[in-house]
């Protein structure tokens, strides 16, 4: 441990107030013993997961870090503060200051040396030792665990006998999972913490860390035994099914550090009431990166999740770009018509007196945002796999999908693609020398090498041409397979209302934008026509049978009629939530009714978004309305006619001598 923190980089008397000023003035001296190559980046970084979480601990600590590309080496800062400085612990200001700094690739020994430290920081012999200290040099050798102590080691000390006693021969056993966002302090602190807790209460407390950097699962015969389970985390806990049918206290990793005995003692309230955690299938089966060749059922299932969250964070970060671009383009249209998009670039000739002129104007601003569409997606997808060393790969894959014309199909593999490379690429050993510039250097100059050669030799082409085929399919459409679609994408917009399956739908609809045809219009339209049918029904079924509805609810119809008017279909997740059997499948069938209309009707949209502020963009704007106004209509009815479908059952005949109506009902939902 010798390498992470020497007497120049311990400040006994550090003068900063605030915590910018504290992880600056610690920075400064990373900087200057050559551990950290951009101060002002790293110092962002820092900031960044600082934002995520206040990285203020009880007992006066303060443990600013993160991991970054611009830290060369595993390192640590320390400073003391004579005034105390506010991290956002709860029992007041910090007067010790830990500046942890991990490179973007750390490896493991180097991971758990710094956990170690995590560990350490809640032993308060050790505290009392730091604040005590005169010695630069003595109170680094002290971080650096030079110094004995008489810890014993996490979860093998000797339990209190006072704790055995009472607990008797078989102790209560928990089995814990304790994550925070970087892996690196708040992890180990909050383990250390229930572990010691567990000691004293005589309670056996197996703690599994969950790091950035991977983690080691238990043993599945301790959790088998394990009476309750403890989730301390920040970040969402990996394999999730193991823990199924156990009691469970799920927390954030702070209280794990915090309150480490009030977790336990609610643990313990569970077992005795028979309370087990609802953990489905589903949560469980994300790979740990243990190399564990056999995958169970569920391992491959959750395979299928994490697909969608990379794609659907591609497509979260594209939205802007879509809807920036799209709409000034719309505009573009309805100010100058569509001979706008052929006039001469307004950097060449622009007057500003000609609605011509801004009609261009607004067309090539809004196709400037609208070139990023594919890169973007592809970009942001890699990045949802694999972190910011895939961004590189990712937009230039995305580039090259445009020029060979794969299109949005082109964007989505080249974003898979890159991801997948920049994974590979991780995970192949790299001397100790090669850590600090793999993330900026070797692997966007690798990853994004193989992605273009991927993209322009092996795929590119194959997919162009089924993006063509795809294209000329939807131009082709007409009659009952035009009519299919509508209903297929309304059913989509209004089944989960702005979840996974809608935002397939929208996507879907917003790829055709990047090459827009007659076909792709119409589905636009279709989309963004059934986006708004689930709050609009809802508006209406509370305002015509205001008795089938609660207070709340009636309030929240009369919102529901300008979010359903703004294209925001969110506006009906409230009534889906309390009768979700009754609302959603009549807003389905809403959906579908206004989706197979609107591409009957032939109606177009140009931009990527619905609402009465676009009706001046529509084709067909008249017949675009009567299909909205169709599917809320049917979709009102059903919802009206399902909850008033509820049977009166007649309430228990009163006893003698009671009062009371004999015509007395009880209305109970069927």
């Avoid at 009880?58 to 503060?81: K, M, N, Y």
């Avoid at 200001?93 to 700094?101: H, Q, R, S, V």
């Avoid at 050798?141 to 704790?163: D, N, Y």
């Amino acid at each position: 441990m010798s390498e992470l923190i020497t007497a120049e980089l311990v400040d006994l008397d550090l003068s900063a107030t605030t915590k910018d000023a504290a992880a600056r003035s610690l920075a400064e001296r990373m900087v200057a013993a050559h551990r950290v190559t951009d101060l002002d980046g790293f110092l962002a970084d820092v900031a960044a997961r600082e934002a995520q979480m206040p990285t203020g601990l009880d007992g006066g600590i303060g443990i600013p870090h993160c991991r970054s590309e611009h830290v060369t080496a595993p390192t640590l800062a320390f400073g003391r503060s004579g005034a105390g400085i506010d991290f956002g612990a709860a029992d007041g200001p910090a007067d010790l200051i830990f500046l942890i700094a991990a490179p973007a690739g750390a490896d493991d020994d180097h991971l758990t040396i710094l956990s170690g430290l995590a560990r350490r920081l809640m032993d308060p012999e050790f505290t009392a030792a730091l604040r005590a200290g005169t010695d630069p040099a003595a109170v680094a050798a002290l971080i650096r665990g030079e110094e004995p102590t008489e810890e014993p080691a996490p979860g093998t000390g000797e339990t209190e006998p006072e704790a055995v006693e009472a607990a008797g021969s078989v102790p209560f056993r928990i089995v814990a999972v304790t994550s925070c966002p970087t892996g690196i302090a708040h992890t180990y602190m909050a383990a250390e913490s229930l572990t010691a807790a567990g000691r004293a209460e005589g309670v056996e407390v197996t703690v599994e860390t969950q790091g950035s950097g991977g983690f080691k699962k238990l043993d599945p015969g301790v959790v088998a035994a394990a009476d309750a389970v403890i989730w301390a985390h920040d970040v969402e806990v990996r394999e999730k099914s193991r823990f199924r049918g156990k009691p469970l206290v799920d927390v954030g990793v702070k209280a794990g550090i915090n309150r480490p005995a009030e977790l336990i003692a609610e643990a313990r309230r569970k077992a005795e009431r028979g309370e087990i955690a609802a953990v489905s299938e589903a949560d469980g089966g994300k790979d740990s990166g243990d190399g564990d060749g056999d995958r169970s059922g569920a391992d491959r299932a959750h395979f299928g999740v994490r697909l969608r969250t990379y794609l659907m964070s591609g497509v979260s970060y594209m939205v802007p770009f879509v809807a920036a671009g799209g709409l000034l383009i719309a505009l573009s249209f309805a100010i100058g018509g569509y001979e706008t998009a052929s006039a001469e670039s307004v950097a060449d000739h622009f007057v500003w007196g000609e609605a011509d002129s801004w009609a261009a104007l607004l067309n090539q601003i809004g196709s400037a945002a609208f070139a990023f569409l594919v890169p973007v997606l592809a970009g942001y997808i890699a990045y949802g796999m694999a972190d910011r060393p895939a961004l590189v790969p990712g937009f230039v894959g995305g580039s090259i999908a445009l020029t060979v014309n794969a299109g949005f199909l082109g964007g989505l593999v080249a974003g898979l693609l890159a991801g997948a490379v920049v994974m590979a690429i991780q995970r192949v050993p790299v001397h100790a020398t090669l850590r600090g510039i793999m993330p900026v250097l070797v692997i966007p100059l690798i990853a994004s090498a193989v992605v273009g050669f991927l993209m322009f030799i092996v795929v590119g082409k194959p997919i162009a041409s089924l993006q063509s085929g795809l294209t000329d399919w939807l131009n082709g459409l007409s009659g009952s397979n035009a009519v299919i679609l509508g209903v297929v994408l309304g059913l989509m917009m209004c089944f989960d209302m702005g979840g996974p399956l809608n935002k397939v739908a929208y996507a879907f609809a917003v790829g055709g934008l990047a090459d827009p045809t007659d076909g792709s219009l119409k589905v636009m339209a279709a989309v963004m026509a059934a986006g708004m049918v689930p709050p609009l029904a809802l508006a209406l079924a509370t305002t015509v049978r205001k008795k089938l509805f609660t207070k709340t609810e009636r309030e929240n119809g009369r919102a529901a009629w300008v979010l359903g008017a703004s294209f925001i279909t969110e506006g009906a997740i409230p009534f889906a939530a309390a009768d979700p059997l009754r609302v959603i499948p009549s807003v389905m069938a809403g959906g579908a009714v206004t989706g197979a209309l609107s591409m009957a009707f032939g109606a177009t949209l140009r931009a990527p978004h619905g609402g009465v502020f676009v009706v001046p963009l529509i084709g067909e704007p008249f017949l675009y309305l009567l299909a909205i106004a169709a599917g809320t209509l049917v979709a009102t009815a059903l919802v009206v006619l399902l909850k008033g479908a509820r049977r009166a059952v007649p309430a228990p005949a009163p006893e003698a001598g009671a009062t009371g109506s004999d015509d007395s009902r009880v209305t109970v939902a069927a």
